[in-house]
């Protein structure tokens, strides 16, 4: 339940009300940051780009404390919604909720399991991809220039993503600074979580599709069915043998 405000606001419709616009401005950050980190921008368009990010910043952090004056309980609230937060506090996590886009893509189903699946796969494939290229942002940013780095091109750093997020670990490239390694124990995080999201979807996928093609001729017969139809043979049995009546 959320607690109307003088203005008549509820959670719900202040939800409504920004959900493109957050959307929008997931995007604006991804953009700028993509740009200011592949380009290696320097001067006013360096600041340009900080500036955006700075400001998609600011408008997440105004929708989470308006969300959460609105909310009623505040403690039940703030429980549910610690991803909310952490959109706030790591800016790499914005981008997220553009996947919230696509999952109402898939929202016409024919049963709930099939319409749940289809929003799990795209979360996983979604996030995966997003996972990488954010990433290789991140470590581009924090290892080019070190003194020692491997990770100094887009090209190097979405490889190394790849690898590290499928837990490959090929070992040709490695971060050597604190903020690269962090970014790395992270993605192996996220990758084991994502990577184990979509394996498990697959797998519920096939399962259902050998289900629905299989037939009761392939089932095999349980022991109290068997033992249904032998007792339905005995009476059978017994009331043919019985003398017909008088």
């Known amino acids: 339940m959320t607690t109307g405000r003088s203005s008549g606001m509820t959670e719900e419709r202040w939800f409504q009300l920004t959900y493109w616009p957050l959307l929008v401005a997931s ?80 929202s016409k189903r024919t049963s709930q399991g099939t319409a749940l699946r289809s929003r799990i796969s795209v979360y996983g494939a979604g996030a995966a991809l997003i996972l990488i290229w954010v990433a290789a942002l991140a470590v581009l940013d924090a290892e080019r220039g070190a003194p020692g780095a491997n990770i100094e091109t887009f090209g190097d750093a979405v490889w190394w993503a790849f690898v590290t997020i499928t837990t490959v670990g090929y070992g040709d490239y490695y971060p050597v600074t604190p903020g690269g390694r962090t970014v790395a124990v992270g993605l192996m995080a996220g990758g084991v979580a994502v990577v184990g999201v979509v394996t498990a979807t697959f797998a519920s996928w096939v399962l259902e599709k050998a289900a629905a093609r299989s037939s009761d001729d392939d089932e095999p017969a349980t022991r109290g069915q068997v033992r249904n139809v032998a007792r339905s043979l005995a009476e059978l049995t017994a009331k043919l043998g019985e003398p017909p009546a008088k």
């Open 27 to 106: 995007l604006v950050f991804i953009v700028a940051y993509s740009w200011q980190v592949i380009a290696d921008l320097q001067g006013t368009a360096e600041s340009i780009a900080r500036g955006l990010i700075f400001a998609t910043w600011i408008v997440f952090i105004i929708d989470y404390l308006v969300r959460l004056w609105l909310s009623s309980p505040r403690g039940r609230w703030f429980r549910h919604h610690i991803f909310d937060l952490l959109v706030v506090v790591l800016p790499p996590l914005k981008p997220l909720r553009l996947l919230q886009a696509f999952t109402r893509i898939s």
